[in-house]
Every structure is written in structure tokens, then in C-alpha cells.
């Protein structure tokens, strides 16, 4: 990708939506109101609009290593609280993929540096379902697994917070995981219960109005 390339392709892109609507940016000024948050990899190949076909103002996008959901990420907690305050998103969709970079990085041993401290997330994943993950000899297998259970896991850690609490409580609000297999361009919803979820972590998690 040539970086002096951008700013022509940009001047085309702009020309070809006011070709088609000469309204369209004057529109998109006036605000947003996406129904979805899409909390997904910041990996390069994986794009949240182009896969769900969605438009501009549609779907509200966050975006990190392995798709992770940390009560340390100041960015992701800013965020989650703005989409579901604020903006009154309907749903929060985690969305993993296969072959994440992030992921197969938690499985080495390899000493990463800075990412260390990100990948411990994964690695904790790891730890709460080893039994099962070492069960699978195939190491591509347990990689897609653990992939879907990294994203089962951040599905909890969404269910911690307050805001998203209160909405679910209220059904203002629900809770997907979806794992998009970069092999075949198709999205997977892992069919998480959220109810389950909840009932699961509410001795510890549940927070009062």
C-alpha cells in the first residue's frame, strides 16, 4: 500500500459517494446511531463493516490484540460505557477469528517484551480450560478452540460490567460471540448463553443498581 496513494483513492472514494448521493456526507454529520457494538482483532485481514455488509453509522467498532475485553484497557471500558450509555446500543458482538496472530502468540513461550503483559489475558484463558485444550492433539484444532473459548471468556468479562448489567437486565441490550473463519469468509455464532453466563458470575459479579 503506497501511503501517497491514500489521499488519491481517498479523493475517488469521496467523489464516488457524492456521485451517488450528493447529500451523503452532509448526513453523516449530523450524527450516529449504530445499534451494534463490535468489540473484534485489530488483525489487518479482518475488517467488522465489509463482513457484516454494513454502512457507515451502522455498527460502532473497537478494535485490540485478540480481541480482549481487560478492566485494565481504559480504551475498551471507555468505549463499552459510551456505546451502551450513550449511544444505546442494542447488541455487543465479541468477534474472534481464526489463525489470530494473538492468540497462537499466547500458546508459545516465547518471550514477546511489552506484549507479554497483553497475552497473559489469553494465557489465563488457557489456564481456566487446559484440561480441555490439552486434550486435543491437534495443534490447529486446539488453536481454533482456544480462539472460540478467548472469546466465550471475554463474553464473561463483558457481563461484569455495570452498564452492560443494567441494560441486559433491563432487555435493553444483548451479548454475542462470533468467530469469523478467515478460511472460508463465514461468520460463526458460538451460541453463547447469556443467561447462563450471568447466572454463572452473579455471586461474585453482580452489581446493585
Given at each position: 500500500m503506497d501511503i501517497d496513494k491514500i489521499f488519491v483513492n481517498n479523493q475517488e472514494w469521496v467523489q464516488s459517494k457524492l456521485d451517488l448521493d450528493k447529500n451523503y456526507f452532509d448526513d453523516l454529520a449530523k450524527g450516529q446511531q449504530?445499534?451494534?457494538?463490535?468489540?473484534?482483532?485489530?488483525d489487518s485481514r479482518v475488517t467488522a463493516e465489509d463482513m457484516m455488509g454494513a454502512g457507515p453509522g451502522e455498527v460502532f467498532v473497537h478494535r485490540n490484540i485478540a480481541n480482549m475485553v481487560s478492566n485494565l484497557d481504559l480504551s475498551a471500558m471507555s468505549v463499552i460505557n459510551y456505546a451502551v450509555d450513550h449511544l444505546g446500543v442494542k447488541h455487543i458482538v465479541i468477534c474472534g477469528h481464526t489463525?489470530?496472530?494473538g492468540v497462537k502468540a499466547a500458546m508459545d513461550s516465547q518471550d514477546l517484551g511489552l506484549l507479554n503483559s497483553w497475552l497473559r489475558n489469553i494465557r489465563d484463558v488457557y489456564r481456566i480450560h487446559k484440561k480441555e485444550l490439552n486434550a486435543i492433539e491437534d495443534e490447529d484444532k486446539r488453536y481454533d478452540r482456544l480462539v472460540e473459548l478467548n472469546v466465550q471468556e471475554q463474553c464473561i468479562n463483558v457481563m461484569k460490567l455495570a452498564a452492560v448489567q443494567l441494560a441486559y437486565r433491563k432487555k435493553k441490550i444483548s451479548v454475542h460471540g462470533w468467530?469469523?473463519?478467515?478460511r472460508t469468509g463465514k461468520i460463526i455464532d458460538l451460541g453463547i448463553n447469556m443467561d447462563e453466563v450471568l447466572e454463572g458470575i452473579m455471586e461474585i459479579y453482580r452489581l446493585e443498581e
Open positions: 449504530p445499534e451494534i457494538l463490535y468489540i473484534g482483532c485489530s489463525n489470530c496472530g468467530v469469523f473463519d478467515i
